[in-house]
């Protein structure tokens, strides 16, 4: 088991009565994989093609788009370029004829010559394929590089939740979308406690300390707003509010708090902790709230997979070697794959 905290956890074989189901988490793996090599690729001059057709749009609208640049192609006057891009765009075209009509979640193709690691050599490289979710966009591009940008959308999580963890030493903006948790910022506060000093008057430094509460929470507020809210609405699913004082249920109820955000408040959870450990429990407390979200499966899915080593059960394997004798046998339920893991077979 790797010590790095990123991990694919993917019901990678499902096995019922015989037949290989496939999930979304699969295609977002492959998808993730194929990125990087993609990004790595480098190639010689503007001949390496970038194409995305978004669903309903005419394959031949795209073909006839590829003749004009062919025509435009040779006008370029670096023989070796002219030559790269000219391949590049007869390849693509021929991939194009392949497809009868644009599949329902579009059709992506990348094409072009790129350089070996070490820039000594170069080969073709062509792929093209149907996104397992519709990729609503239509790009045409030829670079030095292929752009992979529309792709990443594919593999972030739809829903992004937000955190908002305060108390009296600090408050920590938080983000989780899918196995991705961000800090947005944390701000630190001193505020006076409840005894008064240096001979103030009981009254006169309770007002005080009111004062300062009072400011703290409108600026916890004002800040809520720069966060959790773009072009007028807000950009998370919901917002939890968390905290150890009532710092959190007095945010939630006050005027100052903007009521875009008052109502995506989907829980309120009291922690031991602020900052970054509040942040981690106010995940683990919200997790009914949070439902599907790929960090809250991913927790429950490793937190059972060290159990059952701790019980030391015979239906668990790891490392390479007996993990594929499993998979040749056909008796995999769940696999749990690092992202980063190199080994191709």
């Not at 009254?203 to 009111?210: C, G, P, S, T, V």
Request: glycine share 6%.
């Amino acid at each position: 088991v790797s010590t790095q905290s990123t991990w694919d956890i993917i019901r990678m074989v499902s096995l019922t009565n015989g037949n290989l189901t496939v999930d979304e988490n699969i295609e977002k793996y492959r998808i993730k994989k194929m990125l990087k090599n993609l990004e790595d690729a480098k190639g010689n001059g503007t001949s390496m093609i970038s194409l995305i057709i978004p669903p309903g749009e005419q394959i031949t609208k795209t073909q006839k788009k590829l003749l004009e640049e062919a025509g435009k192609a040779a006008c370029i006057k670096s023989r070796v370029n002219r030559q790269s891009v000219e391949s590049a765009l007869t390849s693509t075209r021929e991939r194009l004829k392949l497809y009868p009509r644009t599949p329902d979640n579009g059709l992506v193709v990348y094409c072009g010559t790129i350089y070996s690691e070490d820039g000594r050599s170069e080969k073709k490289y062509t792929i093209d394929f149907e996104p397992y979710k519709p990729i609503n966009r239509s790009l045409y591009l030829c670079g030095d590089r292929f752009d992979v940008e529309p792709l990443k959308s594919l593999i972030e999580d739809d829903q992004k939740f937000g955190f908002i963890v305060v108390d009296g030493n600090g408050t920590l903006y938080g983000t989780l979308q899918g196995s991705s948790r961000s800090i947005l910022q944390i701000i630190k506060v001193d505020l006076p406690k409840k005894h008064g000093r240096g001979g103030q008057s009981a009254l006169r430094f309770a007002r005080l300390r009111e004062e300062k509460r009072h400011n703290y929470l409108r600026k916890v507020a004002e800040l809520a707003v720069q966060h959790f809210i773009t072009n007028d609405k807000s950009n998370v699913t919901g917002l939890v509010l968390a905290g150890s004082a009532d710092f959190k249920t007095k945010l939630s109820i006050s005027g100052m708090f903007d009521p875009r955000l008052q109502e995506r408040v989907v829980k309120i959870v009291d922690v031991s902790y602020g900052f970054e450990n509040g942040f981690s429990q106010a995940i683990t407390l919200s997790e009914d709230a949070l439902g599907n979200v790929k960090y809250v499966q991913e927790k429950k899915i490793i937190s059972k997979f060290f159990e059952d080593i701790n019980l030391d059960s015979p239906k668990i394997v790891f490392g390479v070697a007996d993990t594929m004798k499993m998979l040749e046998m056909s008796v995999v339920e769940s696999l749990l794959v690092w992202e980063n893991l190199e080994y191709i077979r």
